[in-house]
């Protein structure tokens, strides 16, 4: 499941702060809390890929060093930029009752 940051209490029940949701993307594994892993940036994008596609390859693929390190460093330099790429309407733009 998807879920924007920015909906009040989706940090916090992911053992986020806000702060570190404003800086990368994140995907969690669904259960219990202290129980889950988190993936933060490539780490992230590949762990939604391997859902989406359901198989674990893109995971495997991120988890070699030289391809994961490769991958944060293009993430990080898109996510540097991401203000200056073409996109979406932010969500609490789109939807601003569901924001603080």
Known sequence: ???????PGIPA?????????EKAAWAVESGEVSGRRRWRG??????????ALGVRLPLSFYELPVIGSFQERVYNLVAANRGKLPG?????????????
């Open 1 to 7: 499941m998807v879920v924007p940051y920015q909906k």
């Open 13 to 21: 029940s992911a053992g986020l702060t806000v702060e570190q949701c």
């Open 42 to 51: 490539a780490g992230a994008i590949n762990a939604s890929l391997a859902v």
């Open 88 to 100: 979406d309407e932010p969500y609490c733009n789109q939807r601003p009752e569901e924001c603080c």
